[in-house]
């Protein structure tokens, strides 16, 4: 008796979105001021520091919490009017 094997699937692909910039000049809007950006990302360390590496949930949060905080530190840094 001849037992069917199960087909392989082959993975979905998704489309991949473009890149959104971090701050586009000229667009009228204002980056945070760089102080303000490290006191964001400093909380983001702090509420961060002891979560369970183990626990999913906790993790995508806090890399989600750490990105957005990255994000503005580098908006902020790159930002033309604090040069």
Do not use: K, W
């Amino acid at each position: 008796m001849r037992v069917p094997f199960a087909r392989r699937r082959t993975p979905a692909t998704f489309p991949v979105p473009a890149p959104a910039p971090l701050h586009t000049p000229g667009n009228g809007a204002a980056a945070m001021p760089l102080g303000a950006a490290l006191a964001v990302a400093r909380e983001a360390l702090d509420r961060h520091q002891d979560a369970d590496t183990h626990s999913r949930p906790a993790m995508r949060f806090a890399a989600i919490d750490l990105h957005h905080a990255l994000r503005l530190l580098v908006a902020a840094h790159d930002h033309p009017q604090d040069h």
